[in-house]
Nanobody
Framework: QVQLVESGGGLVQAGDSLRVSCAAS????????MGWFRQGPGKEREVVAA????????YYADSVKGRFIISRDNAKNTVYLQMNSLTPGDTAVYYC??????????????????WGQGTQVTVSS
C-alpha cells in the first residue's frame, strides 16, 4: 500500500504561480511512476504530468507544456508540480497518483494504483 497526501492548493489569480506537493508513505519503493491528474468542473479526469523514478523522465500534457514543471525528491518520497502562468482553465481538483509498474504507460488513469484525496486549485480571472 502507498498513501498519498497532497498539499499546496488554493485560490490564485490568472498569471500567478502555485506549487502543489504530494508526499508518499508506505511501500514507497514501488512508486515507480508518480503523476498529477486534474478534474475540472464537468470534465473527465485528465493527466497533467508524470515522472518516472528510474530515469526521472517526464511527460506533460500539451495544455501545460512550457508552464508546469514536475519534479520528485526520492529521498523525501515527494513529488511536486510547479504551475506557472495559471489560467482559469487550470481550475480543477489536482490529484497525485502512483503507478507501480516501472514501464507502464503514464497517460491513463486506469494504470495508476494509488491516489491521493486531491487538492483544489482555483484560478480567478
Amino acid at each position: 500500500q502507498v498513501q498519498l497526501v497532497e498539499s499546496g492548493g488554493g485560490l490564485v489569480q490568472a498569471g500567478d504561480s502555485l506549487r502543489v506537493s504530494c508526499a508518499a508513505s508506505g511501500r514507497t519503493n514501488s512508486a515507480y511512476i508518480m503523476g498529477w491528474f486534474r478534474q475540472g468542473p464537468g470534465k473527465e479526469r485528465e493527466v497533467v504530468a508524470a515522472i518516472r523514478r528510474t530515469d526521472m523522465s517526464t511527460y506533460y500534457a500539451d495544455s501545460v507544456k512550457g508552464r508546469f514543471i514536475i519534479s520528485r525528491d526520492n529521498a523525501k518520497n515527494t513529488v511536486y508540480l510547479q504551475m506557472n502562468s495559471l489560467t482559469p482553465g487550470d481550475t480543477a481538483v489536482y490529484y497525485c497518483a502512483v503507478e507501480t509498474n516501472p514501464v507502464g504507460p503514464v497517460v491513463s488513469a486506469l494504470y495508476y494504483d494509488y491516489w491521493g484525496q486531491g487538492t483544489q486549485v482555483t484560478v480567478s480571472s
